[in-house]
Structure formats: structure tokens, C-alpha cells
């Protein structure tokens, strides 16, 4: 026996760190071929090779809101909707996939790629204290689905997983792929081949169903009527429509917009990751305008505010203050005059994701719209808090949809019949968010899901929009 007796032994604990539940898109991609790369290429070549994927990576994937995760020598790993939570993740995955292929293509001596994406809930660790140390990542199906649909697809292509292909099928064509033998996904013989982007120039046309009747909001249209019966004879106004996201701002301003009859309507879509881009939603409207030639006067005023800009960008004899304000002023002024020809509806979406620069000029086509057959709709969620930003805005707060809306919005979105007890369970748990209300009437008719009832035990996950997605991609099993 020693005589230093039987040492004790040195206990390893684990420190509680449950992680967190995230919804995560992940994206893999990696060369095709690397081995037989590795054996007919000399190592400093295929190095330089490899790297101008992945410098064209990084910079595309963090472009649409992507983090570049992980570089593996012929490969990489990127997470969409973590560390920043984003709303269009998805989508924003598939994008950057598509726009690394077409960077690819234009890239001399750059290797062939595929890309595989799939969405899923996972739990997320950085725990470099823990007794394996360093980071454990994302722990979930979704990784290793993504990885496995890289392995399938073809060359130069991206294939993704169903829940991915349900959150963007609105604003991505596909083409199905079938009788995959993906290792550990037995039950995944299905994926979806990315070929192009749906043309869509609001964020409510590519990912929302307007087709439906609209049900309440008789006050709001009827305000928004009045406005733009006013505004065709010739006293302008705007409006800043306010409201959380999902309670129906952008179906209003569509519902107004489908019944204004002969007039010229544009809309400058703010989106997401622009804010540090000056004019970004009016650039992209003029630039549409002008490639698609469909309304000759509004190509015409495309060229010519681009000329404007570009000149007074060009003028090195303004000062940095002055130039903003003259290209503030020409935008706008090309604004007024396409309002003298025939009555103008301006929609502005999203203004919590505008640049100042648009701010700016919104400020000053509100000062100076009386008078002239112009009507601008803008729409915000209130965390952006432009009230005193757009001064000579009125303000029209959008609320919660009643009960009696609520069961209606219900019955016309349910496929089948509902039990009393799921929709009272529905209106409860939606809290009058109409697209809420709709996202739960959804999962509640889904037979793989919650088929037709829900309860405070079937659907105690379900308590936010965020939850209540992560929850259907849960209970179908499509990871």
C-alpha cells in the first residue's frame, strides 16, 4: 500500500449550462471533389484555389445576414438567425446560397461547389469552461441534415430540407428531389432544388396570402380611403401606419391598393441589413422601373434622378451637408413631378429598416405634398419610433383584431371544422395578431401537428410566433 494512501480522486463537474433553444438555418458548403483535388493540384495552388470560394463566402453570407461559422479546409459552416435573431432567415440562407453559386461562376479557377440548408430546432453552447472545452455549437438535426444534403446534391447546385423549402416556396421556385438515401435521416427521401427567385416587390406580396377577404379594419380602410379620394383631387396627404408585427399593416396598404383605380403607385420596400445604405428602397425601384420599361414615365425619371445624384456626388465644390440635402431635395422633387401627369400612391414598407437618407426625404415630400394629388402610406413597428422623425405624418395605430374578428379570421382560414375549445384555446393564445391567429389556425388543421385541437397541454410550447414555428417544425419531425 502507498504510502501516501489512496489519493483522492479529482471530481469533474459540469457547469448548468442548458444552452439555448434556437430556430437555426444552417448552410453547408464544401468543393466537389477535394480528394482527387488534393492529388492533382500542388498544395500552394489548390490553397489559393479554395480560398477564393471562401473569401466569396464570407463576404455573401454576411451580406444576407449570415455568421460564418466554421472554415474546414475545402468547406464551411454558416448559421442563419443566430447570434441576431432574424424573421427571414430561411430565406435569407437560400439567397446567399444562390448568390454564391452565380459568384462562383464568375470567379476564374474557383473549384465547383454544392451547398445543403436545413432549418430545424437546436440548442446553442459556447461553453469553453465545461470539461470537453471549447464550443459545443449547435446541437440539433438541422447541422448534420444540412451536411448530408450538401453530400447529395449536384454540382454546383444546393438542395434543402422541407421546412426550409415551407418558410420560402413563396419567394423561391423549386424543383422536388426524390428518393434520397441520406444516412441517418431514413425518413428524409424528399429535398428541394433552389432555382430562382420569385419576382415580388413587397415583403407582404412574397410572403403573405392576400386573396382572402379581409375581415375588420372597416375604420382604418375607410380612413385610408378618404385620404387618397382626397388626394386624387388634389390635396395630398401622408399617413404613417403603425402597429406589431403581424397585425396587418401591409393588408390594409394593400387593400387600399388594389381599389385606387387609374393612378401610378410605387412602393419602396425597405428591407433588412440596409439602414447604412443610402436611398437602398428607392434605388431598388428606379432601377426595377427602369430594366422592366413597363410605365415609360417612371423609367424616364429613374435615369433622371440617377443623373441628378450622380452629379451632385461628383461637384467636389459641396460640402458634405450640402450635398446630402441637394440629392434630398432632387429625389424628392422627382417625386412631385411624377404627380403632375396623374394622381400618386406612395407606399413606403417597412420604415423601421429605412436609411436616414430615405427618412429625409419622406420628411420632405410630407412637408410639401398639400396640395398635390399624392398620397404616402408608410408603415412601422412602434420600436422604431418615428412619430417625430416623419413630423408631418398623421398617425394611424393599429390594434389588436376584437373576438368577433378573431373567430371569423378563424373560420374563413381553416381548411376543415375546428372544435369550440381550439378556436377559444386560438383566440386566447393570439391575442387579436392576425397573422397569429393564422399561423395557429394553420398548425391546429394540420393532421402531423396538433391535428384539429389544441390544448394547454398539446400546445404549451406555443407561446410566441417564433415558438409557435419551432414548434410545427418540431412536432412533424422535419428538422
Known amino acids: 500500500m502507498s504510502l501516501f494512501g489512496k489519493r483522492a480522486e479529482k471530481s469533474v463537474s459540469l457547469p448548468e449550462d442548458p444552452g439555448e433553444r434556437r430556430q437555426l438555418t444552417v448552410l453547408f458548403y464544401d468543393v466537389v471533389g477535394s480528394t482527387s483535388l488534393v492529388d492533382s493540384n500542388d498544395p500552394e495552388e489548390l490553397r489559393a484555389a479554395l480560398n477564393l470560394i471562401h473569401v466569396a463566402a464570407r463576404s455573401i453570407l454576411s ?17 442563419f438567425g443566430y447570434p441576431v435573431s432574424s424573421e427571414d432567415a430561411a430565406l435569407s440562407a437560400v439567397q446567399s446560397a444562390l448568390a454564391l453559386l452565380d459568384a462562383r461562376s464568375g470567379i476564374s479557377g474557383a473549384p465547383n461547389i454544392h451547398i445543403g440548408i436545413a432549418t430545424g430546432v437546436v440548442v446553442l453552447s459556447d461553453d469553453t469552461g465545461s470539461a470537453v472545452g471549447g464550443r459545443l455549437g449547435a446541437i440539433g438535426a438541422a447541422p448534420n441534415l444540412a451536411a448530408r444534403l450538401e453530400s447529395a446534391s449536384g454540382v454546383n447546385q444546393v438542395l434543402v430540407n422541407q421546412s426550409t423549402y ?5 419567394a423561391i421556385d423549386y424543383q422536388p428531389v426524390d428518393d434520397l438515401n441520406l444516412k441517418g435521416f431514413p425518413d428524409v427521401t424528399r429535398a428541394w432544388r433552389p432555382v430562382a427567385m420569385r419576382p415580388a416587390e413587397s415583403r407582404f406580396q412574397r410572403d403573405r396570402d392576400s386573396s382572402s377577404p379581409l375581415i375588420g379594419r372597416v375604420d382604418e380602410v375607410a380612413q385610408l380611403r378618404a ?28 387593400e387600399l391598393a388594389n381599389h385606387v383605380g387609374e393612378c401610378r403607385t410605387i412602393l419602396l420596400q425597405c428591407q433588412p441589413r440596409t439602414q447604412g445604405e443610402a436611398l437602398s428602397s428607392i434605388i431598388r425601384m428606379y432601377d426595377r422601373a427602369h430594366e422592366e420599361a413597363g410605365d415609360p414615365a417612371l423609367a424616364n425619371a429613374a435615369v433622371r ?34 404627380a403632375e401627369a396623374q394622381p400618386l400612391l406612395m407606399l413606403a414598407e417597412d420604415l ?41 405624418f398623421s398617425d394611424l395605430s393599429l390594434s389588436p383584431v376584437g373576438a368577433k374578428e378573431a373567430y371569423a379570421l378563424i373560420e374563413a382560414a381553416a381548411p376543415g371544422a375546428l372544435t369550440q ?12 395578431n392576425p397573422l397569429f391567429l393564422l399561423e395557429l389556425t394553420a398548425y391546429a388543421s394540420d393532421p402531423e401537428a396538433a391535428n384539429g385541437h389544441l390544448t394547454d397541454i398539446s400546445g404549451a410550447n406555443v407561446m410566441s410566433l417564433r415558438d ?12
Open 63 to 79: 451580406e444576407h445576414g449570415g455568421s460564418l461559422e466554421q472554415i474546414m479546409g475545402d468547406g464551411g459552416i454558416a448559421h
Open 166 to 170: 415551407a418558410m420560402t416556396c413563396r
Open 227 to 254: 385620404a387618397w379620394a382626397r388626394a386624387r383631387k388634389g390635396d395630398g396627404s401622408a399617413i404613417l401606419i403603425e402597429g406589431e408585427p403581424g397585425v396587418g399593416k401591409s393588408r390594409i396598404v394593400s
Open 305 to 338: 434622378t440617377a443623373e441628378r445624384i450622380g452629379a451632385l456626388e461628383d461637384d467636389i465644390s459641396l460640402g458634405p451637408e450640402t450635398r446630402r440635402t441637394a440629392i434630398v431635395n432632387a429625389v424628392a422633387d422627382g417625386f412631385l413631378g411624377l
Open 352 to 392: 423601421h429598416w429605412a436609411d436616414e437618407v430615405t427618412l429625409a426625404v419622406l420628411r420632405r415630400l410630407g412637408r410639401d405634398i398639400g396640395g398635390r394629388s399624392i398620397l404616402i402610406l408608410a408603415t412601422s413597428r412602434p420600436e422604431a419610433n418615428l412619430n417625430g422623425e416623419l413630423a408631418a
Open 421 to 432: 375549445a381550439t378556436c377559444d384555446w386560438i383566440v386566447k393564445k393570439a391575442d387579436g
Open 468 to 479: 409557435l414555428l419551432a414548434t410545427r417544425l418540431e412536432s412533424a419531425g422535419r428538422a
